[in-house]
């Protein structure tokens, strides 16, 4: 039998960029296992995208897509 969530009212998304960590905290998993899968386009609730002339990534993980794909939602 699958397990179906089931929601009565839908959270107030304001676009916030949820911290990885905070994500990382959420699910169980560690930062960087949340940032390679960012990166690798594995995980669909956010986007690295890859600083011009760096190695370094920028990360955008909004309240919406964040609560979509893991069911997490902080209004903080």
Not at 7 to 20: A, K, L
Not at 35 to 46: H, M, N, S, T, Y
Not at 56 to 62: A, K, N
Request: proline share 3%.
């Amino acid at each position: 039998m699958s397990k179906n969530n089931y929601y009565t009212q839908i959270p107030e998304f304001t676009g916030r960029n949820v911290p990885i960590k905070e994500i990382a905290l959420a699910i169980g998993k560690d930062a960087q296992y949340i940032r390679l899968g960012l990166q690798r386009g594995i995980l669909k609730f956010g986007y690295a995208i890859k600083r011009n002339n760096s190695s370094r990534y920028s990360y955008y993980c909004s309240d919406k897509a964040v609560w979509e794909e893991i069911g997490y939602f902080n209004n903080k």
